[in-house]
């Protein structure tokens, strides 16, 4: 691996030599590096470009590592992982895609993750976006996350985009079976005229299924952003969504919540926020020193932690 | 240490302060009170640069900081408890504290302030200060925040304002440990009796002008006599 590589992998997986458990690297559209474990199986598809992952029954508390990384300008990369997660088992999972562009065509990462967990597993899925480069090429990522759950199995999503993708769509569908729960947490800061939309749906099938989805967002310059979520009840159930904005510069942010309950015990709540830092906040910080621009970012820091 | 000249204050054609001038020796404990409305905490936003003066003048030290913002006179040494405590989202108790005392300051002694407020420190520490957090909770936190910060001058605007008789008597109790423990100067904005016994120094206002500076004792006494015109100890 070059060291853009290796910077690349740093910043979306925190993998710094060593990497625990099992992998696969992706490079530039090709499978570089990849380790197996006695529980979890890693196999190329045949039919298309990507991976399935085995986690075999009750394992125990394993990690695996998906990172993929694009140095190569003007590549459009859409890969197919699916992960079949078996009974009882507990994984961390840890994905993400960082792209270097220091070109002038567009580089492009679109993948498409199904995870299907068996009864009882416990699965919680890292994902980190990274671009960086100095090329007039966009930086574009279009990551598809589809999460079938069966009874008594949970998930907890994490997803970060930071810094340096130009454009994203973002869609997460979850499919809820009995005592099954799903975390999902997106963060995202977008500047210059970076564009982001993510899409949440969620559908709660199953007795006592529930889901809290969180969204928190700052978005600056004249960068826009859209969250969209549509949780639906079909059970007794519980479904809590939080979209919650700062705005600066002449940024756009639209957020279009939606619940729908299709049985009586069906309990959903939808929050929405939008606007700027509150200048109370950024007088406190002052009274501690900070001048006005140290404070929003300490507000910054704390809001995306 | 801290020199108001004529400081004066109006807004929606209301002069909210009225020519105050004022001088506040180092190291001692000063309480302002006075009626709802005649101007205190105005009076404690314009030490600290919070509120910007009409007119008159804000000497620090020997230094005139008339025009300084707020975080320049908190670097001068200058602190300020809110009435209300500021919310953050992600922000924790910890987090606050280290700004605060603009060091590298460890885990443990960030629990030995929370514990000085009154704080189960442990519990504190990693929580983020938010709405989940009750009055008294937060109360104690910004006091904490404001203490680590060892400023040569700290203000407590109504410190008692929005909290509950048991949290209330607890608080006392820290005000009256933090004169030990704390050097400098100290100005709090109270309407309580029981914070006024504490002062080295009374300043009473009405209506935006001093109506009267000296020892507790002797304006405590006056003040009770008054009670019937000035509101005090109503709320809590």
């Given amino acids: 691996m070059e060291n853009i590589d290796v910077e690349l992998l740093k910043e979306i997986s925190d993998i710094d030599g060593n990497i625990e458990g099992a992998y696969n690297i992706r490079k530039n559209g090709q499978g570089i590096e990849r380790k ?214 002449d940024a756009k942010v639209i957020a279009i919540p939606s619940i729908t309950a299709n049985d009586i015990d069906a309990n959903l709540v939808h929050e929405a926020t939008i606007g700027k830092i509150a200048g109370e906040q950024l007088i406190k910080l002052m009274t501690l020193g900070l001048d006005e621009k140290q404070a929003e970012q300490e507000i910054i820091n704390g809001f995306l932690r | 240490m801290l020199e108001l000249k004529n400081i004066c204050f109006t807004r929606d054609n209301k002069k909210i302060l009225d020519n105050i001038s004022l001088e506040l020796e180092d190291n001692k404990f000063y309480v302002i009170t006075g009626p709802n409305g005649s101007g205190k905490s105005t009076l404690a936003k314009i030490i600290m640069g919070i509120n910007n003066q009409d007119e008159g003048q804000v000497v620090f030290n020997g230094k005139d900081i008339s025009n300084l913002p707020i975080n320049e006179r908190a670097n001068l040494g200058m602190g300020f408890a809110f009435q209300q405590p500021v919310k953050f989202k992600g922000i924790t108790v910890y987090d606050l504290i280290k700004l605060s005392a603009k060091k590298n300051i460890s885990k443990k002694e960030a629990c030995d302030i929370l514990s000085k407020v009154g704080l189960c420190a442990k519990e504190y520490v990693d929580r983020e200060i938010n709405s989940s957090l009750s009055g008294g909770e937060l109360k104690r936190i910004e006091i904490a925040t404001v203490a ?89």
């Fill in chain 1, 36 to 249: 197996i474990t006695e529980n979890v199986n890693i196999l190329t598809k045949t039919d298309k470009q990507g991976i399935d992952i085995y986690v075999k029954e009750n394992t125990k508390f394993e990690f695996v590592h998906i990172p993929v990384i694009i140095t190569e300008s003007g590549l459009k990369d859409v890969v197919y992982n699916d992960f079949h997660i078996g009974k009882n088992a507990n994984v961390v999972i840890i994905a993400g895609c960082g792209i270097h562009n220091d070109h002038h065509k567009d580089s492009e990462h679109d993948g498409i993750h199904r995870f299907f967990l068996e009864e009882g597993a416990r699965v919680k899925y890292i994902e980190k976006h990274y671009g960086e480069g100095y090329g007039t090429g966009k930086r574009i990522l279009n990551p598809v996350t589809e999460i079938y759950q069966k009874d008594g199995s949970s998930l907890e999503m994490e997803t970060v985009q930071i810094k340096g993708v130009d454009s994203t769509i973002r869609t997460t569908k979850g499919v809820l079976e009995n005592d099954t729960n799903l975390v999902i947490s997106e963060k995202i800061m977008t500047h210059g005229e970076q564009f982001a939309k993510t899409i949440f749906t969620v559908d709660l099938n199953g007795e006592n299924s529930s889901t809290k989805v969180t969204s928190r967002s700052v978005a600056t310059e004249k960068s826009v952003q859209q969250f969209e979520s549509h949780v639906t009840g079909n059970a007794k159930c519980f479904g809590h969504v939080e979209c919650d904005a700062i705005i600066k510069d």
């Fill in chain 2, 148 to 236: 680590v910060k060892n400023s040569k001058l700290t203000i407590f605007d109504e410190p008692e304002a929005g909290i509950d008789l048991w949290s209330f008597n607890n608080l006392i109790k820290i005000f009256e440990d933090m004169r030990k423990l704390t050097k400098g100067t100290t100005i709090i904005i109270s309407h309580q009796e029981r914070i006024l016994n504490i002062a080295d120094k009374i300043i009473l206002l009405n209506e935006g002008k001093i109506d009267k500076v000296g020892e507790a004792k002797e304006i405590v006494g006056t003040i009770l006599a008054k009670s019937n015109c000035c509101k005090l100890g109503g709320e809590v």
